[in-house]
């Protein structure tokens, strides 16, 4: 029960994100939950044993630093092609591109290699590491964006009239 409480889960924070990324979100300083979901994501991934294989446990950790990099990697990449921009009063808004939508389906083909790797070796993954992977990307997506609105807000000049 747990795996599907697990993919449930990570189908709806995936939809979520996804869906959003393609319509402008203002940046704003003030206490957006752009933790939140990451936060929820770990909670369930470490929230009961199974992690690692206890009959593989170094394959199994080689895997899961493995799969924690893909998804790092997948975040800075998701935030590098993603649209950033400053409107007329100076607002910083974000919105993903389709080369953004190319880094997850390139991000999940990964995942889904690295799957059959450890099915190859025997090594059992459960649904957690995959929940910490998108964890990974999205608070890696979340600070290289934030890091990125930040030089947007810099360069911004407020018009002087006349």
Avoid: C
């Avoid at 044993?49 to 924690?68: E, F, K, N, Q, Y």
């Amino acid at each position: 029960m747990s795996g599907l409480l697990n993919i449930a889960v990570l189908i709806a924070v995936v939809a979520i994100v996804f869906a959003r990324q393609f319509t402008a979100q203002r940046i704003t300083s003030e206490g957006r939950k752009w933790w939140l979901m990451p936060v929820i994501l770990i909670f369930m991934a470490l929230r009961q044993p199974g992690l690692v294989d206890p009959s593989h446990r170094a394959t199994s950790v080689v895997l899961l630093i493995v799969t924690l990099l893909i998804g790092l990697a997948s975040g800075a990449a998701w935030a590098w092609t993603t649209r950033i921009w400053t409107d007329e009063n100076g607002a910083v808004w974000t919105k993903g591109t389709w080369a953004a939508a190319g880094v997850w389906l390139g991000g999940m083909a990964l995942r889904l290699g690295l799957m059959g790797i450890a099915a190859a070796f025997g090594v059992h993954q459960s649904s957690q590491t995959t929940l910490l992977s998108v964890a990974a990307m999205l608070l890696t997506r979340a600070g290289v964006t934030a890091w990125r609105a930040q030089g947007a807000q810099q360069t911004y000049r407020v018009p002087v009239a006349g």
